[in-house]
């Protein structure tokens, strides 16, 4: 932006240029910290530069000069992306990232990828540079920059403090390494989520005497993760489901972990348990398994005796649902007090701060090792009419999947049929449909851990990126999201396509596009279904303009793209995008679903 300033190099002893060029280089405050992500098996580095990074930046250089190991740098063009491609990267393997970005102005682009990251429950070592601390040149990496004098607010961390499990600011790189691995174990320690550390420009450009050997390895050093709870408390939930006519059980992110999907299959196959999966992060229960119930928990609270809450923010919306005022209820969840939220109060019976696939399984155990007659009875009646209803639903389904709609005015729900039947089950589904999540939902059937992701925060335009994310860890599987055109545009697609093609990560887009904000629209209706904004029309969440290709901003990066307005393409077009997908190049499907 400014050019470096000449005053503030002269202020510093002089050295002619062959001095510099045969003196080896010593190992600065940047090699240390390098050394230490090593430490911590960072693979990736998703990073958004600025003048705070030269010394990480020059070090880099120097690194791969001498062929020293290193993560590997993705250069995102926009901090959105950094943050979420570590989202995805974390939602399938559960193992956080780094994430690099620019002083106060990359922290506060990041900070919406933090919330998302807090409340998906995912890992990520947000890193951020510091703007330099001594004005004329008394240290390595003091300002030579304008901007130097106005990135420097008094308190950086206050910009994701919400969000962040722990912050800190790297005092010396004497500690960079120690300090890495505490991030680390924080990140990732129960219930995982993302931490923030900043790195002053003097600390990583400085030469500390650090002293030799240090390693603070990830045995012990490494992060605290739950377990299951005593026998005694995980027999309380075994007898009462053993005794219960209608059990039920509501998870929303139980799915980060495959283990937790498994055990909840078999503890309710084992007892004859309806499964809602409400809001899902992450797939919860097979789609096709007898005991799935759908999405909705007003659909199985009442008549339930005993309910388990696993895994969940929000079980169901009191404004609107209660449950019945007879139900015996557990909650086992990583994360059960919800000290994050302010106010939250769902009354439960038994709670218990746990592994849920450890409880789980401890509860299964124990219901074997008890069970009669009466109770394997009871449960076969119960299977026998969940895989009634389970047909029901199907049913019902394929019905609301059957007309393609009109032309400019297709239905989400076949188009989001059709995509299910062209995907494999590996493929990973990552859903931002907002008011059409329903047809993402119910039509794109999914069946493996991980195969699904949805959003777990309230800021829109994370999927894309966590499609770079997912197909960053998992090249093998195709990584499809769908989403609003409002979400499409929060997004950063450009920055989204560039970094697609510029590390050949494709991805499949596929936009549903209703002109605007409908969610918006709801809301007012909701509030004021009578009132003068219905009466004019107008709810301020139309963003339509004369053209609108949003397909065009991916072809700008080398996607292949496509608009899709006739119900005889559906098929076609979405098979046209996965040959592109299958043959390394992004795709995006722009659906016109019909004005909102
Ligand atoms: C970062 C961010 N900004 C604004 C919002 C508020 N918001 C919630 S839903 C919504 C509309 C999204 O539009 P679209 O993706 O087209 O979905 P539709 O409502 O049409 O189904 C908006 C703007 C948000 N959730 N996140
Ligand atoms: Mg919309």
Redesign the pocket.
């Known amino acids: 932006m400014n050019a470096p300033s000449s005053a503030a190099a002269s202020a510093r002893p002089s050295a002619s240029p062959s001095d510099l060029r045969s003196a080896p280089a010593p190992a600065t405050g940047a090699a240390h910290f390098l050394e230490g992500l090593t430490d911590l098996g960072i693979r990736c580095l998703f990073a958004n530069m600025g003048t705070d990074h030269v010394s990480l930046i020059e070090e880099m250089a120097r690194f791969r000069a001498a062929g020293r190991p290193l993560p590997e740098v993705v250069l995102c063009p926009h901090e959105n992306v950094a943050v979420h491609m570590a989202a995805g990267y974390a939602a399938v393997t559960g193992e956080g990232q780094g994430v690099l970005v620019h002083v106060d102005s990359g922290t506060a682009n990041a900070s919406?990828g933090a919330h998302n990251l807090q409340r998906a429950r995912l890992p990520a070592l947000l890193m951020a540079g510091k703007a330099p601390y001594t004005l004329r040149g008394e240290l390595p990496g003091s300002r030579d920059n304008y901007v130097h004098f106005i990135q420097d607010p008094f308190d950086i961390g206050s910009l994701v403090r919400p969000y962040v499990k722990w912050e800190y600011n790297l005092p010396t790189a004497v500690v960079a390494r120690e300090a890495l691995r505490r991030a680390h174990s924080v990140m990732q320690s129960d219930p995982p989520g993302p931490v923030y550390m900043t790195l002053p420009r003097e600390v990583l450009a400085e030469s500390p005497a650090v002293p030799p050997n240090q390693h603070f390895d990830a045995v012990r050093f490494g992060p605290a993760r739950l377990g299951g709870v005593d026998d005694a408390r995980a027999a309380l939930i075994a007898d009462r489901l053993i005794a219960a006519e209608h059990p039920i059980l509501i998870t929303s992110y139980a799915g980060r972990r495959a283990e937790a999907v498994v055990a909840i299959e078999e503890l309710a196959r084992l007892c004859g348990i309806r499964v809602v999966d409400y809001m899902p992060s992450a797939l919860g229960i097979s789609r096709q398994s007898p005991c799935f119930a759908g999405f909705d928990p007003a659909a199985v609270l009442p008549g339930a005796d005993v309910g388990l809450l696993v895994d969940i923010d929000v079980p169901w919306l009191p404004r609107f649902v209660q449950p019945e005022a007879g139900t015996w209820w557990a909650h086992v969840d990583v994360d059960p007090m919800k000290q994050d939220f302010p106010m939250w109060g769902f009354a439960t019976d038994l709670r218990m701060q746990a592994d849920v696939a450890t409880v789980l399984r401890q509860v299964s155990a124990l219901v074997r090792s008890r069970s009669n007659d009466g109770f394997r009875a009871r449960v076969e009646r119960r299977m026998r009419e969940l895989d009634t209803a389970a047909a029901a639903r199907a049913e019902a389904l394929t019905r609301a999947a059957a007309k393609p709609g009109e032309t400019g005015a297709l239905s989400a729900a076949h188009v989001c049929a059709a995509l299910s039947r062209a995907l494999a089950p590996v493929d990973v589904v990552i859903n931002?449909?907002?008011?059409?999540?329903p047809a993402v939902l119910n039509q794109i059937i999914r069946t493996e851990p991980h195969s699904f992701i949805g959003g777990a925060g309230?800021?829109?335009?994370y999927s894309g990126s966590m499609a770079l994310g997912v197909k960053l860890a998992r090249p093998h599987v195709r990584a499809v999201h769908v989403?609003?055109?409002?979400?499409?545009?929060?997004g950063t697609p450009s920055s989204v396509y560039a970094t697609a093609q510029r590390y050949g990560l494709p991805i499949f887009t596929v936009i549903?596009?209703?002109?605007?904000?409908?969610?918006?629209?709801?809301?007012v209706l909701r509030v004021y279904p009578d009132g003068a904004s219905s009466a004019e029309n107008e709810y301020h969440?139309r963003?339509q303009g004369a053209t609108r290709r949003f397909e065009k901003v991916g072809e700008a990066f080398g996607a292949y793209g496509e608009l899709l307005m006739e119900p005889a393409e559906v098929e076609p077009a979405i098979a046209r995008c996965l040959a592109a997908l299958d043959s390394g190049r992004s795709a995006v499907l722009n659906v016109q679903i019909g004005l909102?």
């Open positions: 919406m931002e449909a907002v008011r059409n999540s309230g800021g829109l335009g989403l609003g055109d409002g979400a499409f545009h929060l549903l596009d209703n002109g605007g904000w409908q969610a918006v629209k709801e809301a969440a963003l909102q």
